[in-house]
């Protein structure tokens, strides 16, 4: 059985450059294995030589893509990382998200950035409910999803229940690209069903890209000497009922109703070749861009972008402050300058970078599809906008209110202004939201899983030598005030101005004991809102 791919998704009058880019991120439940094949996919890529020892953490190494202590500590991913590389002529830019669930505004803010996604699974555990979290999220997008079922070379799920799985719990189509033959110690390898051939798994050693070999005749009898008659029987037999599945649409897939499906074991590199060469022929390239007064088309000739993402201390050694864009029409040259259309102010941008997991390259040019670094001294935010010159607002850049809350506790009195500074650049970040009072001294700290407050802890520390301890304070909910009744929103301030604090935009929101506070303030104004989610 062969599947005729698409030479080019991509709309035909795209300049070529953006035409060939493929902007994705990486999303599963936590332990799937997403860093581990975000590694092997630079390694497949080219991009590195030897993947990090992802395994062996706690020890000297980690994995490429964990840039902060915490994550290098913990073997966990906190953080998302964007990294870029060629591969079969393609422009390709990955963004690994974090998976733990505490950090899933981090990851739905990059979701905003990219064109596609590729979701991991863990074979024997099926559709997890991170995984459905971050699949709503792509879907409310109509994101295109491709799927990575992993760990093979463990006991796992039969191909057939875990493809049932998928569809039942996420309502979405799947056609698989590969087939498994046999898993855990019996697993032997795939069958590529688009180049029809058999690819024998062989475990890699020391994280390099081990070479292959394969059978293109599937009724040749090396096929039953090197499989065995039964799992050649088996194999064949598979593949008649695969028969039977609708084709490889590539209009439902750019829908988001239809997911190819790659079979394979990250950590031993196998599957993730034939996963990579296949997503970059049939990933979106760059798409259009809602803003609040237009679309934005990516081959448009003026350059327009977004900040999705901020992160201090990349070089723990300069203190720096970068501003990761996303370029959504045009070209990026070195030293253009721009409109900073929030502040409606000329900037220029003299050394914008990208990256190749720890590395960054000062970058001459950069196109739609593309992920930047800005260079950022404070003036830029996430969901600012950047053009040359239309006044325009990107939308779809969410920020949902906390539920749990702690305020910060210095250990050294002399350093509250160093305390003050990281509280404020790791918030502007996302790692957690910073509510300044209306009335009395003390911040407060939002975050939407403990897992925050130990990661600022252990970052105001290494990046700002500051220690903190974050104390357990009675509240339990948090809402933004909003109305058009100035009147209003003035009686509810001069009534409840030591429940109300401005976060680090500046906006007003009422902090709570519980949402059941929250509901009677909303039943006693109604002229006023009290939301949970916000757009930047």
């Given at each position: 059985?062969?599947?005729?791919?698409?030479?080019?998704?991509?709309a035909?009058?795209?300049p070529?450059?953006i035409?060939?880019r493929?902007?994705?991120a990486?999303?599963?439940?936590?332990?799937a294995?997403?860093?581990?094949i975000?590694e092997?996919?630079?390694?497949?890529g080219g991009?590195i030589?030897?993947?990090?020892?992802?395994?062996g953490r706690r020890?000297e190494?980690?994995?490429?893509?964990?840039?902060?202590?915490?994550?290098?500590?913990?073997?966990?991913?906190?953080?998302s990382a964007?990294?870029?590389?060629e591969h079969?002529?393609?422009?390709?830019n990955?963004?690994d998200?974090p998976g733990?669930?505490?950090?899933?505004?981090?990851?739905y803010?990059v979701l905003t950035?990219?064109d596609s996604?590729?979701?991991?699974?863990?074979?024997?555990k099926?559709?997890e409910?991170?995984?459905?979290?971050?699949?709503?999220?792509?879907?409310?997008?109509?994101?295109p999803?491709v799927?990575f079922?992993?760990?093979?070379?463990?006991e796992?799920?039969?191909?057939?229940?875990?493809m049932?799985?998928?569809?039942?719990t996420?309502?979405?189509?799947?056609?698989p690209?590969?087939?498994?033959i046999?898993?855990g110690?019996?697993f032997?390898?795939v069958?590529?069903?688009?180049?029809?051939?058999v690819?024998?798994y062989e475990?890699?050693?020391?994280?390099r890209a081990n070479a292959?070999?394969?059978?293109?005749?599937?009724?040749s009898?090396e096929?039953?000497?090197?499989?065995?008659?039964?799992?050649?029987?088996k194999?064949r037999?598979d593949?008649?009922?695969l028969e039977?599945?609708?084709?490889?649409?590539?209009?439902?897939?750019?829908?988001g109703?239809?997911t190819?499906?790659f079979?394979?074991s990250?950590?031993?590199?196998?599957?993730v070749k034939?996963l990579?060469d296949?997503?970059?022929?049939?990933?979106?390239?760059?798409?259009?861009?809602?803003t609040?007064?237009?679309?934005?088309?990516p081959?448009?000739e003026r350059?327009?972008?977004?900040i999705f993402?901020?992160?201090?201390?990349?070089?723990?050694?300069?203190?720096?402050r970068?501003?990761?864009?996303?370029i959504t029409s045009?070209r990026?040259?070195r030293?253009?300058?721009?409109?900073?259309?929030?502040?409606?102010?000329e900037?220029?941008i003299?050394?914008?970078t990208v990256f190749?997991?720890?590395?960054?390259?000062v970058?001459?040019?950069?196109?739609?599809?593309?992920i930047i670094g800005?260079h950022?001294h404070g003036g830029?935010?996430?969901?600012?906008t950047?053009t040359?010159?239309?006044?325009l607002?990107?939308t779809?850049?969410?920020s949902?209110?906390?539920?749990?809350f702690?305020?910060a506790?210095l250990?050294?009195?002399?350093?509250s202004?160093?305390?003050?500074?990281?509280?404020e650049?790791?918030s502007?970040?996302g790692?957690a939201?910073l509510?300044?009072?209306?009335?009395?001294?003390?911040y407060i700290?939002?975050?939407?899983?403990?897992?925050?407050f130990?990661?600022i802890a252990?970052?105001?520390?290494?990046e700002?030598?500051?220690?903190?301890?974050?104390?357990?304070?009675p509240?339990?909910?948090a809402r933004?005030?909003?109305?058009?009744?100035?009147e209003?929103?003035?009686k509810?301030?001069?009534?409840?101005r030591?429940?109300?604090?401005?976060?680090?935009?500046?906006?007003l929101?009422?902090?709570?004991?519980?949402?059941w506070?929250?509901?009677y303030a909303?039943?006693?104004h109604?002229k006023?809102?009290?939301?949970a989610t916000?757009?930047i």
């Open positions: 059985m062969s599947e005729p791919l698409p030479s080019e998704p991509s035909p009058e795209l070529p450059e035409a060939r493929r902007t994705f990486i999303i599963s439940h936590p332990d294995g997403k860093t581990t975000t092997k996919l630079l390694l497949f991009a030589q030897l993947a990090g020892a992802v395994r020890n190494k980690h994995a490429t893509s964990d840039f902060l202590k915490v994550e290098q500590e913990r073997g966990i991913s906190v953080s964007v990294m870029s590389f079969l002529g393609r422009a390709v990955l963004l998200t733990h669930e505490d950090f899933s505004e981090d990851t803010r950035a990219v996604a590729l979701m991991v699974l863990d074979a024997a099926g559709v409910e991170r995984t459905r979290a971050l699949m709503d999220v792509c879907r409310l997008r109509t994101t999803v799927t079922a992993n760990k093979m070379d463990r796992a799920l039969d191909p057939f229940d875990l049932s799985n998928v569809e039942s996420l309502k979405i189509a799947c056609r690209f590969t087939w498994p046999g898993m110690r019996s032997q390898g069958y590529d069903l688009i180049h029809k051939r690819v024998f475990a890699a050693e020391r994280g292959q070999c394969f059978i293109d005749d599937l009724h009898p096929l039953d000497y090197e499989l065995g008659a039964p799992a050649a029987a194999l037999e593949l008649e009922l039977a599945l609708d084709p490889f649409d590539p209009v439902a897939f750019a829908e109703r239809q190819p499906v079979f394979g990250a950590i031993n590199n196998f599957g034939e990579l296949t997503f970059v022929e049939i990933a979106p390239c760059p798409q259009p861009r809602a609040t007064s237009r679309v934005v088309q081959g448009e350059l327009t972008g977004f993402k901020i992160q201090a201390n990349l070089d723990p050694a300069h203190h720096d970068m501003a990761f864009m996303r045009g990026y040259e030293r253009m300058k721009v409109r900073h259309v929030r502040l409606n102010r900037m220029a003299n050394n914008a190749l997991a720890q590395d960054r390259v970058t001459e040019e950069a196109w739609a599809g593309d800005v950022n830029l935010k996430v969901g600012d950047l040359e010159g239309e006044l607002k990107f779809g850049i969410p949902f209110a906390p539920e749990l702690r305020r506790r250990l050294d009195p002399m350093k202004k160093s305390l003050v500074k990281g509280l650049q790791l502007e970040e790692a939201q509510y300044r009072p209306l009335e009395g001294s003390d700290l939002g975050a939407l899983g403990s897992l925050q130990d990661v252990s970052r105001l520390e290494s700002y030598n500051v220690r903190a301890l974050f104390e357990a304070v509240l339990g909910a933004w005030v909003l109305s058009s009744d100035e209003a929103l003035e509810f301030k001069r009534e409840n030591h429940r109300l604090f401005t976060d680090i935009a500046g906006n929101a009422y902090l709570a004991q519980s949402k506070s929250i509901d909303q039943e006693q109604p006023l809102r009290f939301v916000m757009e």
